[in-house]
């Protein structure tokens, strides 16, 4: 970001070879992640006879077990394959985001648009281009292209990671072990977090009168916590983090982007409210749980995402877009392991409870 270039390419080389490309190889890298990143007339008819499926993430699940059909050698586990499956998918899933939330739009009565990506471009200024049909700009590019990189790696003890690590560790293919990243980042206590985030933060607009009153603010996420308000489940979220406490470094980045952004699209007031709001949960969570806690990574994402125009159902979509970085690197690392994950396993029940005949129950 210092020096003005897009970076998510940058980061994507750095998770599959452990190392920071110099010019010449990130160059190269650049031009084979835009050779890669047009859909075949095969792959764009996997999307568009698909069945309507207005559930963003089930969509790009099924697409990704699909593409399976257009390789030639699916099972491999070569690393030289397994490579360039990888990195095709990398390329891919912001086309093929974009082309699933656009062609879902035409099947409920709108206008069907397929952008082709433009080579030239990183993949953020594709991403917006190909889901808005314009250009963006320089401003909303980069700072799209800063949330990629927020999200595309955060270790092997998450929940969509472990699940990649697993399925690959019993010898599935490339499809069948990224999608088993889809499916566990379409969860809401994962993936979709941030969604969850805009809507207990409609919830609250709705229900504080003065978004500049402290007192009321407080008095509303008490009722949260105390499971009197909202979805009644006790918790605020986007407060939070199993991993980080004091502090969360990428929602740290994301609150002095979206006050930035919030200022530029004259958004202060909802910006302050979200401010507030991780604020004063933060504090009473703290008081209500007894834990230390801040605000994570979830929290102002979806506040910039809605300012750049992008909609709810995509947010988890994006999540997964980044990750299929972090995914793949993980995946490779444990092919080369060769070693296949067995969990240890505690059964929860009273012991053992004697068989009794049928004729006897």
């Known amino acids: ?44 008819g996997i999307i568009m006879q698909e069945d309507v499926n207005y559930n963003q ?3 790009l699940h099924s697409v990704i077990s699909h593409l399976s059909r257009c390789d030639p050698d699916p099972d491999s586990t070569d690393i030289k394959d397994v490579s360039r499956q990888c990195i095709n998918l990398i390329a891919k899933a912001p086309v093929i985001i974009a082309y699933n939330y656009n062609v879902m739009k035409f099947r409920k009565g709108g206008d069907l648009f397929i952008t082709k990506p433009n080579p030239e471009w990183s993949t953020a200024e594709n991403f ?27 270790g092997g003890g998450n929940n969509s990671t472990f699940a990649v690590r697993t399925v690959t560790s019993s010898g599935a293919n490339t499809y069948m072990a990224l ?34 009153d402290d007192e009321e603010v407080e008095h509303y996420l008490k009722l949260i916590l105390e499971k009197k308000a909202y979805d009644k489940s006790g918790k605020i979220y986007g407060i939070g983090h199993a991993v980080y406490t004091k502090s969360d470094p990428r929602a740290i980045i994301f609150r002095q982007k979206a006050e930035e952004f919030a200022k530029m699209k004259k958004n202060v007031e909802e910006f302050n409210l979200f401010a507030k709001v991780a604020d004063i949960g ?16 979830d929290f102002y994402s979806g506040l910039i ?31 080369i392991q060769n070693k296949i994950i067995r969990p240890a396993y505690a059964s929860s029940l009273d012991g053992y409870k004697e068989y009794i005949p049928l004729v006897k129950r």
């Open 1 to 44: 970001q210092e020096e003005g270039r897009y970076g998510f390419d940058e980061v994507t080389y750095l998770l599959l070879t452990g190392e920071l490309p110099n010019k010449n190889d990130l160059e190269r890298f650049e031009e084979v992640i835009a050779d890669r990143r047009p859909l075949t007339k095969l792959e764009r």
């Open 282 to 297: 933060t504090r009473l969570v703290q008081k209500y749980k007894g834990t230390v806690v801040s605000p994570n990574v």
């Open 128 to 154: 917006l281009y190909m889901l808005r049909g314009e250009k963006p700009s320089e401003y909303e590019a980069k700072l799209f292209d800063l949330a990629l990189m927020l999200h595309a790696e955060h």
């Open 57 to 59: 993430m089930y969509a």
């Open 305 to 335: 995402y809605k300012m750049m125009g992008i909609p709810t159902e995509l947010f988890t979509p994006i999540f997964a877009m980044a990750r299929f970085s972090g995914w793949s690197a993980h995946r490779i690392e444990q092919i």
């Open 179 to 212: 999608c088993a990243g889809v499916a566990s980042l379409s969860g809401h206590l994962h993936g979709g977090a941030n969604e969850a985030v805009m809507k207990m933060m409609k919830d609250i607009k709705q229900h504080v009168k003065d978004w500049e």
